[in-house]
């Protein structure tokens, strides 16, 4: 089957890192991509991991395994504007179709003065 | 600027009734999705379109139809077969089926 796991919440302090974990198990894998959303608001791309390695976009980076099946993203230096659902997606094959984005429920990350 | 525009951006509907949801993008993308966003669970794919005239069934099509008759435009009709259709509903575009997904501002649907 597919499944995509994040942890549901998270607390971090103003002007400190937090790394969110992204795990997967998806048959066939494609990309996997990070969306920023704010409560009641559409996702925004953040970034997008197809090789292993480190992507680092200013504040934001994420990181791929895909031996492991795990991804994460961090952000540095935060914000209280950071304070957002940030969700993992798989683009993966399944349904006998391909390309097919598979989100994870989100992560809600609450930033503390 | 170029975008993705749904409208409205809420919508009641009665019992028994069709409503259609309206998603046009002017960044000349091919791929074009609609989603379904509910409370505590991940957003779940409705139907996708690759292309003009074609159009697939995501994970929960039942009680959905769309149409894609211009580039431009995938308009998703909620149809009374659906019996629970209070959600957040997100329209997306990529350039293919392998780049980002750029979203809408979504419609949130509701039963009077």
């Known amino acids: 089957g597919q499944n995509i796991d994040q942890p549901t919440e998270m607390t971090a302090t103003e002007g400190a890192i937090v790394q969110i974990n992204c795990t997967y198990q998806?048959?066939?894998?494609?990309?996997l991509f990070w969306y920023q959303q704010h409560a009641g608001e559409a996702p925004t791309f953040l970034s997008y991991?197809?090789?292993?390695g480190l992507e680092e976009k200013g504040r934001f980076s994420s990181f791929l395994s895909r031996s492991k099946g795990y991804s994460y993203l961090l952000l540095k230096e935060l914000q209280m504007k950071d304070s957002a659902s940030y969700l993992c997606a798989v683009n993966s094959e399944y349904g006998g179709a391909t390309n097919k984005l598979i989100f994870g429920t989100g992560t809600l990350l609450a930033v503390q003065p | 600027d170029g975008g993705i525009t749904q409208s409205p951006k809420y919508l009641f509907r009665k019992e028994g009734q069709n409503v259609t949801l309206s998603c046009e993008q002017n960044?000349?993308?091919?791929?074009m999705y609609w989603y379904r966003q509910d409370p505590g669970q991940g957003l779940r794919l409705i139907y996708y379109s690759q292309i003009v005239n074609d159009f697939q069934k995501g994970d929960i099509a039942e009680g959905y139809s769309v149409s894609r008759e211009k580039k431009e435009s995938f308009p998703l009709t909620v149809t009374s077969a659906q019996k629970n259709p209070t959600a957040f509903y997100l329209c997306?575009?990529?350039?293919?089926?392998?780049?980002?997904?750029?979203f809408g501002d979504g419609t949130r649907l509701s039963i009077l």
């Open positions: 991991n197809v090789l292993d």
């Open positions: 998806t048959s066939g894998f494609n990309g």
């Open positions: 960044l000349n993308h091919d791929a």
């Open positions: 997306a575009s990529s350039k293919t089926g392998r780049t980002p997904q750029h």
